[in-house]
């Protein structure tokens, strides 16, 4: 019973995750997700007492674990922060032009919907950047880098990230990706 | 005759820029945009024949000219343009503490809605980003850099001002665009 019930509620979030991924927060809807998800209208409620807010929160938390975790392994693969950083955004690069860049909510476009209407929602989405930020800052501390240094680095490694991201999807390739990657040694030798 | 044909026109952009700005593109309902701009049903399909995307393209095309003179005329206001790119985003990070950050369409929040669902808009928005990159690296060039850097630099700018932008609202404070401010010296001495 217990696994039956875990097996809904994951594909309740992977469901969700999907739809906010392709319509945004407020067009996706619940009926959309019990319809794609194939679970049960009851089952929902069950698992998610306050409905699409909730669904939405526990999707994003995931995005957030799962990408930590990713930005974490693609860093250990280089002992040097500048290589480890430019490779990451190098592959950045590649998914993209894949168009498999993203597999789960897309903070930055729940972020630029929500912020000023959905204070829990908003609040976690900070909590997804820090997150981020924290794995981009340990890899710099390991290099060497001051705690202040490292910080204020992950997060314009992060800014730059998300806007080249914007910035790649009106032209339809990843030009500028490349570009922030090729600015890296320059900001983090600069830097240290 | 003609003036009051162009005030109606004028009052139906500014109004989808608005609308825009609060509720994204699917969002935005031609019956909200004639109730809110006060124009007769009739005068929207006869300025606007192909509704909706007709006039977000101009609310898009007006912020574009609006947003590259504005930062055009902010660099000016210093010759040294680390300086000026420097202040440039200082101003920006008041104008978010003053929650008077953006007066236009919100080009990013558009990109990120429409870049896979309406080929005309992305492409405006390309041109957007393009136009304001332009006003970046004309003032580098003047500085010296050579138009290549120029380019890749300003393209970096906007990126790390976009990335930062959506930071700030997740933290509802300014700070990232005020750690991207303390990166432009890093950035620009070295690329000299």
Redesign the interface.
């Known amino acids: 019973m217990v696994k039956s019930n875990n097996t809904t509620r994951n594909k309740l979030i992977e469901t969700t995750g999907k739809l906010l991924q392709l319509h945004?927060y407020?067009?996706t809807g619940l009926n959309e997700i019990i319809k794609q998800s194939g679970a049960p209208k009851g089952s929902l409620y069950y698992h998610f007492p306050e409905g699409k807010e909730q669904l939405a929160y526990e999707a994003i938390e995931r995005t957030k674990e799962n990408v930590t975790n990713f930005i974490k392994d693609s860093l250990a693969r280089y002992d040097d922060p500048i290589e480890a950083i430019q490779n990451f955004i190098y592959d950045s690069a590649k998914r993209f032009e894949a168009d498999s860049y993203f597999n789960g909510v897309?903070i930055?476009?729940i972020?630029?919907?929500i912020?000023k209407t959905n204070d829990r929602l908003?609040?976690l989405?900070?909590k997804?950047?820090e997150s981020w930020h924290e794995a981009f800052a340990d890899k710099l501390k390991s290099g060497g880098y001051s705690d202040e240094e490292s910080w204020?680095?992950a997060?314009?490694i992060?800014?730059?990230?998300?806007?080249?991201f914007?910035?790649c999807?009106?032209?339809?390739d990843s030009k500028?990706l490349l570009?922030?990657a090729?600015?890296i040694p320059?900001?983090l030798?600069?830097?240290k």
Do not use: H
């Not at 992060?158 to 080249?164: E, F, H, K, S, T």
């Not at 999807?169 to 339809?172: E, S, W, Y």
């Open positions: 945004g407020s067009g897309p930055a476009n972020v630029l919907e912020s908003r609040e989405c900070r997804v950047f204020d680095l997060m314009t992060n800014a730059m990230i998300q806007g080249a914007v910035i999807l009106t032209r339809q500028p570009v922030m090729e600015q320059v900001m030798i600069k830097g």
